[in-house]
């Protein structure tokens, strides 16, 4: 599976998911700065965590008008996997190729610590590996996480199957409603989650937990 990983400006997880990638995958992604106009030919685009831009004006907002944000809309309308860890989870809704928004925590305060996730559709590229109602460690880690849907929004989305990862056992860190951690795209192929997968894929990290978000990616590669 060939990989390319968004770095912006303040970004700091993108060395984490390269490592996952290339541990899993064994091919080095590709990495790409947030100026490039073009994305290289790859099975997975990954937006990863931190804090563009310095999270001014609304988290992910500025990154999402970054040039390279136009080629991938054009990528994730082909069809190529597009996963969005954090604050590209962020990003991925003010570029509009997910629906809602991420507020303030609940708390208003930043939450750092490991949570537990449903998965609660395995029928995805993102999830296959999974089992239905599986539930697995994945840590956290933001100030803005709070996933927000207005109601028509909230009803399509749950009727559509778009939420892939709930928050488990009451460990919602940040309140989002429905306990939604994770969702996809109508078609299926653009994901965004708050909790960090790539943290936790070898035994160095303490645990495997992520690992099966990037087998079921490789597999559906």
Not at 22 to 29: D, Q, Y
Not at 105 to 110: D, E, H, I, V
Not at 118 to 144: I, L, M
Not at 198 to 220: C, I, Q
């Amino acid at each position: 599976m060939k990989t390319a990983v968004i770095v912006f400006p303040g970004s700091n997880r993108d060395r984490d998911m390269f490592h996952a990638l290339e541990l899993i995958t064994g091919s080095r992604p590709q990495h790409v700065w947030h100026t490039e106009s073009t994305l290289p030919d790859v099975d997975l685009v990954v937006v990863p965590g931190g804090f563009s831009y310095g999270d001014y004006l609304r988290s992910g907002a500025i990154a999402a008008r970054s040039p390279i944000l136009k080629d991938l809309v054009a990528k994730a309308d082909s069809g190529v996997s597009v996963l969005g860890v954090c604050n590209g989870f962020q990003i991925l809704t003010e570029a509009g190729l997910l629906p809602g928004a991420l507020m303030r925590n609940a708390g208003l305060t930043f939450v750092c610590r490991e949570v537990l996730l449903e998965t609660v559709n395995t029928a995805t590229r993102f999830s296959e590996k999974f089992r239905k109602g599986q539930v697995w460690r994945c840590p956290v880690a933001h100030h803005d996480g709070n996933y927000f849907a207005d109601a028509d929004t909230l009803q399509r989305i749950e009727d559509n199957g778009q939420v892939v990862f709930r928050y488990a056992d009451s460990t919602n860190p940040n309140g989002s409603i429905n306990d939604i951690a994770g969702i996809m795209n109508e078609k299926g192929n653009v994901l965004g989650m708050m909790p960090h997968p790539e943290n936790l894929v070898e035994p160095l990290h303490g645990g495997l937990d992520g690992r099966l978000l990037f087998e079921s990616l490789l597999d559906a590669a």
